[in-house]
């Protein structure tokens, strides 16, 4: 930030929006250039065979640091219709995004199906965002969707729940973000905001897990395998913390339970991603930059033992910036998750 000048007129990254804009509305970094994007289309929400669309133009800030806003121009200040945020990573022609703030917007939906519904318990059952790119058109399409349960206070009956947004504008380039090296100083990453989604699940206990299983990563051609340990704590506020050694970092999110099935959504990905980079680095002796394009976390109980079984599963891409080699990188955790003394 430039000194000695007002944060309402000063822009420190040139991207066209001052800092107030950003950290008061948007919410993205001053000191880390965005690029906007103007995108025309449609939200659609649908409840029980009824859907309703509105025409809107959404405004959507692309970082080099990898985190992106997507919202209403407007509605970014803590009222209905909160930004959705979080980090974006490239897949070829397409841009995977995933939502961080999870919290912000089901506190938002809550509140809104408040007068209708009561007091409602959210479940979510998907989530998802990409873009298509096309570079020759110079084109961007974004589309977004999710699904949910609610659990309302007024009814023994679940509602199903979805919405999905789609807009299309034109863009003159996309952030290339930077590669990770050895030399690099660890990035320094937020903790994301999270929390409950129901009020009296505030006062709700918290349980906690030990944990054991095996992870297997898989890089290029080479595979290993190796027996893990940790901790698991569900929180009452729809929290978790899994925790499995100083080898691992940890994973943050929110739990959602839907039956004997539990959805698992991390809410600190590019810490994971980061972490990734900085391993590979060290191997291979030249920076690295790592993508991720899916993450599939759930688990089940077993009602006969009381355990949880998990899955975790991500899979990157992560390229060589001195060869530009394309290596595919997964890792899949099995754990149990038995109770705690």
């Known amino acids: 930030m ?3 000048i007002s944060p309402l007129i000063v822009d420190s990254d040139g991207d066209g929006f001052t800092d107030y804009q950003e950290v008061r509305v948007w919410g993205t970094s001053p000191d ?12 659609t929400a649908s409840s029980g065979g009824i859907s309703q669309s509105i025409v ?7 970082s080099a640091d990898r985190s992106y806003v997507i919202g209403v121009p407007g509605n970014g200040t803590g009222e209905p219709g909160v930004p959705e945020r979080g980090v974006w990573f490239r897949n070829r022609g397409q841009l995977l995004f995933y939502q961080q703030n999870l919290f912000d917007a089901l506190s938002d939906l809550a509140d809104a ?14 989530n ?21 349960k609610f659990l309302s206070s007024r009814s023994f009956v679940p509602i199903g729940f979805s919405t999905s947004d789609r807009g299309t504008g034109s863009f003159s380039e996309i952030p290339m ?12 990453v937020s903790a994301p905001r999270v929390g409950a989604v ?31 340990s ?30 004997t099935r539990m959805l698992l959504y991390p809410q600190n990905l590019l810490e994971q991603t980061l972490a990734l980079e900085r391993t590979l680095a060290a191997r291979t002796g030249e920076p690295v930059l790592a993508d991720l394009l899916q993450v599939r976390d759930a688990a089940t109980s077993d009602s006969r033992t009381g355990f949880l079984l998990l899955t975790l599963d991500h899979r990157h891409t992560a390229t060589l910036a001195s060869s530009g080699q394309t290596l595919a990188v997964s890792s899949t955790w099995k754990l149990t998750a038995k109770p705690a003394p």
């Open 230 to 259: 940790g901790s698991l704590l569900l929180n009452g506020d729809q929290t978790f913390d899994l925790d499995l050694g100083v080898a691992e970092t940890p994973m943050r999110g929110m739990w959602f339970q839907d039956g």
């Open 2 to 4: 430039q000194h000695g």
């Open 113 to 126: 199906l408040k007068p209708q519904l009561g007091t409602v318990t959210i479940i979510l059952r998907s």
């Open 177 to 188: 973000p930077e590669p990770m090296s050895v030399q690099n100083d660890p990035v320094a």
């Open 32 to 43: 880390s250039r965005s690029i906007p994007y103007m995108l025309p289309g449609s939200i």
């Open 128 to 148: 998802s965002r990409s873009a298509t790119v096309n570079q020759r058109s110079g084109v961007l399409s974004v589309r977004g969707q999710a699904a949910f």
């Open 56 to 62: 809107v133009t959404q405004l959507l800030f692309l």
């Open 198 to 228: 129901m009020p009296e699940v505030l006062a709700a206990p918290s349980t906690a897990w030990l944990v054991t299983g095996a992870r297997t990563t898989r890089t290029g051609k080479t595979s290993e395998t190796r027996a893990i």
